[in-house]
């Protein structure tokens, strides 16, 4: 199971530091993901990191304002989320391997003043 | 970056009926395909990876084809419980999803 848990109301050009937990499942080993969908639209792909966080990945939208980390002794995901724009404003989920076969119930994020 | 292209964008079919959702790619993701159905306030779920094959614990009516640029998911016999919104997925180069195929009920 993963939980995530961070999310809220921030301004624009503000910050949120979203939460992935992991129970029952060890993430060490396993390439992570940040997911995230706008009301009424399809999934989008943020970030990603390789299993021991040697490697990060970004989506053109986000490269240089999002922060993706992991701390496998902690058995959690982060994604830092700097310089927010309103277009930011999404449910965002954290999910597992390459094809994503187990996802967190989501985290709301809205990006208003 | 790879786009993903699915047909159609909605679908009407009542239950019992074969039902087919195909997805492009914009260059070959050998067979790097996954595909998901979403209901309302829920995450995705997986139902195939590696273009074909079924996830555990996914029914059997859900089957998956194709290689290369065309993709295909099926549902061989519709079930009140499959209407839903179904996408695919290519992780061959980053990850894209395709816009979303929206099963109605006719």
């Known amino acids: 199971k993963l939980v995530e848990s961070g999310g809220g109301l921030a301004q624009p050009g503000g910050s949120l530091r979203l939460s992935c937990a992991a129970s029952g499942i060890t993430l060490a080993g396993y390439a992570m993901s940040w997911v995230r969908q706008a009301p009424g639209k399809g999934p989008e792909w943020v970030s990603a990191i390789s299993s021991d966080g040697g490697g990060t990945y970004y989506a053109d939208s986000v490269k240089g304002r999002f922060t993706i980390s992991r701390d496998n002794s902690k058995n959690t995901l982060y994604l830092e989320m700097n310089s927010l724009r309103d277009e930011d404003t999404a449910v965002y989920y954290c999910?597992?391997?390459?094809?994503?076969?187990?996802w967190g119930q989501g985290t709301m994020v809205t990006v208003s003043s | 970056d790879i786009q993903m292209t699915q047909s159609p964008s909605t679908l009407s079919a009542s239950v019992g009926d074969r039902v087919t959702i195909t997805c492009r790619a914009s260059?070959?993701?050998?067979?790097?395909l996954a595909w998901y159905q979403q209901k309302p306030g829920k995450a995705p779920k997986l139902l195939i990876y590696?273009?074909?094959r079924l996830e555990s614990g996914v029914p059997s009516r859900f089957s998956g084809s194709g290689s290369g640029t065309e993709f295909t998911l099926t549902i061989s016999s519709l079930q009140p419980d499959d209407f839903a919104t179904y996408y695919c997925q290519q992780y061959n180069t980053y990850w894209t999803f395709g816009q979303g195929t929206k099963v109605e009920i006719k």
């Open positions: 260059q070959s993701i050998s067979a790097w």
């Open positions: 999910a597992k391997e390459y094809a994503f076969d187990i």
């Open positions: 590696e273009a074909s």
